[in-house]
């Protein structure tokens, strides 16, 4: 069992920053493959970013650029920078997990884009 705990979302005004954070219980976390999805109100879940535990990253065509995925294995840690965010980023952002045992989500954390 994985557990997951998100942190970091908030309001923030069109063009601003926010970075979230995740952190995993387990000893086996750089094994896992982590993404960030999200999921606005009247929409499907979709996913934002995800890294490998080999580091390769990769991201939605509508934050490409704008979003950072990073992961820190001492920590048991991944981050997700976003910057240049728009009112059409707002929405519940979920961490997730892949592991050899199954896929872990977190409870998520609202990210608000309003002036």
């Known amino acids: 069992q994985v557990q997951l705990v998100e942190s970091g979302g908030g309001l923030v005004q069109p063009g601003g920053s926010l970075r979230l954070s995740c952190a995993a219980s387990?000893?086996?976390?750089?094994?896992?493959?982590m993404g960030w999805y999200r999921q606005a109100p009247g929409n499907q879940r979709e996913l934002v970013a995800f890294i490998t535990s080999g580091g390769t990253k990769n991201y939605a065509d509508s934050v490409r650029g704008r979003f950072t995925i990073s992961r820190a294995n001492a920590k048991n840690t991944v981050l997700l920078q976003m910057n240049s965010l728009k009112p059409e980023d707002t929405a519940v952002y979920y961490c997730?997990?892949?592991?050899?045992?199954?896929?872990?989500w977190g409870q998520g954390t609202q990210v608000t884009v309003s002036s």
């Open positions: 387990g000893s086996s976390f750089s094994r896992y493959a």
């Open positions: 997730n997990a892949n592991t050899v045992a199954g896929t872990y």
